[in-house]
């Protein structure tokens, strides 16, 4: 059974920094493309970042370029997400995705024929 887990999240006062980590189990991380995600309450899912190919792609939202970084550890089945500069309206509950299909224009996505694997999700809160 795959699992994929997120930690790292929590309360940061804006300006400062975290790093989130998903963790796969039952899985090993491919060249499938990889992300992650975020949802505030009354918004829509928002692709985040996204690490595909091994590494060979990125793609960052526009909100977050210049102040977030995805990486992968192949070795460890981990993926990062160092958040840097935090801003109120980075509050969201964050969630990490694997085994999606990959967009240069908007990261990974899913569909009916590849759902990917997702993770619970780890919340995130920046006050001003």
């Known amino acids: 059974r795959v699992q994929l887990v997120e930690s790292g999240g929590g309360s940061v006062q804006a300006g400062g920094s975290l790093r989130l980590s998903c963790v796969a189990s039952?899985?090993?991380?491919?060249?499938?493309?990889m992300g992650w995600f975020r949802q505030s309450p009354g918004k829509k899912r928002e692709g985040v970042a996204a690490?595909?190919?091994?590494?060979?792609?990125?793609f960052y939202a526009d909100s977050v370029k210049g102040r977030f970084t995805i990486s992968q550890d192949n070795a460890n089945n981990t993926m990062y997400l160092q958040m840097n500069s935090l801003k109120p309206e980075d509050t969201a509950m964050y969630y990490c995705?694997?085994?999606?299909?990959?967009?240069?224009?908007?990261?990974?996505?899913?569909?009916?024929?590849?759902?990917?694997?997702w993770g619970q999700g780890t919340q995130v809160t920046v006050s001003s």
């Open positions: 690490i595909y190919s091994g590494g060979f792609s990125t």
């Open positions: 995705a694997a085994e999606l299909f990959y967009s240069p224009n908007s990261g990974c996505y899913s569909d009916l024929g590849r759902p990917g694997y």
């Open positions: 039952g899985y090993t991380y491919s060249n499938a493309c």
